[in-house]
């Protein structure tokens, strides 16, 4: 069945990188893109970016540009995404989400989640 | 950006009642509004993309509608197992924005 599966949770210090990732199987990765959401506690989701599973292009959120990297590696059929200078309000619950290569397209299936806590 | 505005935060409805929520776009983004539902703890799940059509599995119960800038979820007959969080997303143009999420509880 079409699945993403996502790394486990992580605990990072304040100014470190964190790496999730999220593997796809059931479907053909370059076929579909991979959106990126976020979820800080009791709060909504926050749209990231996305990667293109075709040619790896990307689209990032404004406020995270410089400091958030998505990549892919069509050969395992897995996206990544690195955040780095971690702050406090990163700490989140970060999913991965399968997206159509064009416009419209719609989030279906998500990951399970990573959450991901930033403490010193 | 577009911004997206669901409304009420929040709603107590019984089992069986007719339940609405409204999602309103910043800008007209066509029909390109989609729909999830999150269970506590839990990741969202697709209900409803493209303002109307129900994703595969999802109970028919629920139904979309609108266009342009003003879209509608609506639950005709509220069941226990409804009891979530409900967020509309646009699909129109990047960043692609959520509404703060609308909690249905059930009384």
């Known amino acids: 069945q079409v699945q993403l599966v996502q790394s486990g949770a992580e605990v990072k210090k304040p100014g470190a990188s964190v790496k999730v990732s999220c593997k796809a199987s059931?479907?053909?990765?370059?076929?579909?893109?991979i959106s990126w959401v976020r979820q800080a506690p009791g709060q909504g989701l926050e749209w990231m970016g996305w990667?293109?599973?075709?040619?790896?292009?990307?689209n990032y959120a404004e406020k995270l540009q410089g400091r958030v990297t998505m990549t892919s590696d069509t050969s395992t059929s897995t996206a990544y995404m690195e955040l780095r200078s971690l702050r406090s309000d990163d700490t989140a619950v970060y999913y991965c989400?399968?997206?159509?290569?064009?416009?419209?397209?719609?989030?279906?299936?998500w990951g399970q989640g990573t959450l991901v806590t930033v403490s010193s | 950006d577009i911004q997206m505005t669901q409304s009420p935060s929040s709603l107590s409805a019984s089992v069986g009642d007719r339940v609405t929520i409204t999602c309103r776009a910043s800008q007209s983004i066509s029909t390109f509004l989609n729909w999830y539902q999150q269970e506590p703890g839990k990741a969202p799940k697709l209900l409803i993309y493209?303002?109307?059509t129900l994703q595969s599995g999802v109970p028919s119960r629920f139904s979309g509608s609108g266009s342009g800038t003003d879209f509608t979820l609506t639950i005709s007959s509220l069941q226990p197992g409804d009891s979530a969080t409900y967020y509309c997303q646009q699909s129109y143009s990047t960043p692609h924005s959520f509404g703060q999420g609308t909690k249905v509880e059930i009384k």
């Open positions: 493209t303002t109307l």
């Open positions: 990667i293109s599973g075709y040619n790896g292009n990307t």
């Open positions: 059931g479907f053909t990765f370059s076929s579909y893109a």
């Open positions: 989400a399968r997206r159509q290569l064009a416009t419209p397209n719609w989030f279906d299936p």
